[in-house]
């Protein structure tokens, strides 16, 4: 196949920062994207955790792309779960039903204070029960830091199997529970929720450098860097995990579908520090990659549930009436862009959209 026309694909899983940052980086996501859930983990009081913060940060994004359609999620933290009953009945008459947690210190501007463990507390309790009441979708950050029986730091790569019981326990406890688990990247996790009744309420996004990047890309055994610019949460890991993601990409399964999980930092936050900012940039490349990998491995009917309908219908938006025709021909990727490094930049795409 020479081109592929499909429905305009939807990101279930992008970050666009704020400020100038936004307005360089929103409009490579709206040009391939008709819409996209836009994570608003700000850093420190600009979090979006309050129904005036998340209608102005929608807003912003469409002053920049009017016609791209963003899902903006509630960021939980510690005042939101406070202030849970009242905002969470409120947020719904307003169309806002994604309520999104990052465990605090795992990554990019998690919840300070917050980790898994908290869903056992009776805050988290309630919050998930008023999800259920008001079928709003709880998104989630599955990787926990602490091994608290052995009392020590989890490496990074075993940060998102050691997660898998947070899930366990919403699932055999809040069974009504909509739960997208963001950015799954291990094969242990993607074969827990391939053998899941279909009876749970379950997304998976799938980001598409955890389909092409190896751990050993990113780092070396003992986890100095080798390419921070590819340094992200949940890491790249080995290829057992690589090829549980590329399948269950192709696997027609609508349970999993696109999230790049697009996250911008400036090269100084990526290379220049002791600690590289967690984060890839790759929604100037990532249709195109995704298109690239379903191609390659000659799945390419399975790309447009994949890219544009399973993520819509889990979040219980309509698909896009537009469409979008990609041809193969090759498309140089550009090393920055407004000072932010670009996912594989300096390298090559086999596939480019059409104009
Ligand atoms: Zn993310």
């Known amino acids: 196949m020479k081109t592929i026309t499909i429905t305009k694909p939807f990101n279930a899983h992008v970050h666009f920062r704020s400020g100038q940052m936004m307005r360089d980086v929103v409009p490579y996501t709206a040009q391939h994207y008709f819409g996209g859930v836009c994570m608003g983990n700000l850093p420190g009081d600009a979090v979006i955790d309050t129904i005036e913060k998340n209608l102005a940060y929608r807003v912003g994004i469409m002053a920049i792309a009017p016609f791209f359609k963003p899902t903006v999620p509630l960021m939980v933290t510690s005042q939101l779960l406070e202030n849970c009953k009242t905002i969470i009945p409120a947020a719904k008459k307003l169309g806002i039903r994604v309520y999104k947690f990052i465990p605090g210190g795992l990554t990019t501007n998690g919840a300070p204070g917050l980790s898994l463990f908290d869903f056992y507390t009776p805050v988290f309790r309630e919050f998930f029960e008023l999800l259920i009441e008001n079928d709003c979708v709880f998104s ?9 029986i052995n009392d020590k730091e989890l490496d990074p790569r075993c940060q998102e199997k050691h997660a898998i019981r947070f899930l366990q326990y919403l699932l055999e406890n809040f069974p009504k529970l909509i739960i997208a688990v963001e950015h799954a990247s291990s094969k242990e996790l993607i074969q827990f929720i391939k053998r899941l009744p279909r009876r ?4 998976v996004t799938l980001a598409i450098h955890h389909a092409l990047i190896l751990y050993r890309m990113v780092a070396d055994r003992k986890g100095n ?9 949940p890491i790249a890991k080995y290829p057992k995990d690589r090829e549980a993601v590329i399948e269950a990409m192709f696997s027609g399964d609508p349970r999993f579908f ?14 220049l520090k002791a600690t590289p900012a967690a984060g890839i940039f790759s929604d100037v490349i990532s249709l195109q990659k995704y298109a690239e990998l379903f191609g390659a491995h000659g799945k390419l009917k399975y790309f447009e549930n994949f890219a544009s309908i399973f993520g819509p219908e889990f979040y219980g938006t309509r698909p896009s009436n537009e469409k979008i025709t990609l041809i193969k021909e090759t498309e140089k990727i ?5 000072g932010i490094p670009v ?11 059409k104009n």
């Open 140 to 148: 989630c950050h599955f990787e926990v830091g602490l091994d608290l």
């Open 200 to 203: 749970y309420q379950i997304g």
């Open 225 to 233: 860097f080798l390419d921070s610019r590819l340094y992200c949460k």
């Open 258 to 271: 696109l999230g790049t999980d697009s996250a911008p930092h400036f090269l100084e936050a990526k290379i």
């Open 334 to 338: 550009p090393e920055l862009i407004a």
């Open 343 to 353: 996912f594989l930049g300096g390298g090559e795409t086999a596939w480019r959209v």
